[in-house]
């Protein structure tokens, strides 16, 4: 009888031990539920260290060097603007003015601005082109003067425009009663589109 006991005993004691395995690998169930030793984590708190991001500085930055660039533009654009000689010279913008704009408006404003100056920096460099002979001409035709008045009335202004060839260069009104500027810019159009012929004397 004690051979058949034995061998009981032995396979029982073989079945238990990988049941004792396999709770040495598994956590209990009181440790799933929670750290042991009585820690109390709370659930609202992150675990680990928590990134911070500087995206809305570094945004923030970036818009303020915008409309940094964007001003200093629009100061240079008057500037030429008045420079050509423009009855009004657009308003000025202020920083606080720009900060509701958003990055994409102020690049699209830049951009705008970037080629009006190319434009104007074109047409001042054709006016200085004929300015020199435009000043001998109405140094000749009206010894400078804008509200010079000639021939019994026909001849007008500081280069002594004709209603009609006035007209023909985009002129309104009384030649001798515009501004010198204008009266220099319709003369330079003139003088572009046909030369010296219209002054047969004081373009020589």
Not at 140 to 154: D, Y
Request: positive net charge; charged residues 25%; hydrophobic residues 35%.
């Amino acid at each position: 009888m004690k051979a058949p006991l034995i061998a009981v005993l032995s396979v029982g004691v073989a079945a238990a031990a990988p049941a004792v395995a396999i709770s040495a690998h598994e956590p209990s169930s009181a440790q799933s539920r929670g750290p042991a030793h009585g820690v109390v984590t709370d659930p609202h708190r992150p675990i680990g260290p928590v990134p911070i991001t500087h995206t809305a500085n570094a945004d923030d930055k970036h818009h303020k060097q915008l409309v940094k660039r964007f001003l200093r533009l629009r100061k240079r654009l008057n500037h030429l603007i008045a420079e050509r000689g423009a009855r009004r010279t657009p308003k000025s913008v202020h920083g606080r003015g720009l900060a509701g704009w958003s990055d994409t408006g102020l690049r699209h404003a830049i951009r705008h601005m970037h080629k009006r100056i190319r434009r104007i920096h074109d047409e001042l460099r054709a006016t200085s082109a004929v300015r020199g002979e435009l000043e001998r001409i109405a140094a000749c035709e009206s010894q400078g003067n804008p509200r010079a008045i000639g021939g019994g009335g026909a001849f007008r202004g500081k280069y002594q425009f004709t209603y009609e060839t006035w007209a023909s260069v985009g002129g309104r009104g009384d030649p001798a009663a515009a501004p010198a500027f204008e009266q220099d810019r319709r003369a330079a159009i003139l003088l572009r589109r046909e030369g010296g012929s219209p002054w047969p004397v004081c373009s020589r």
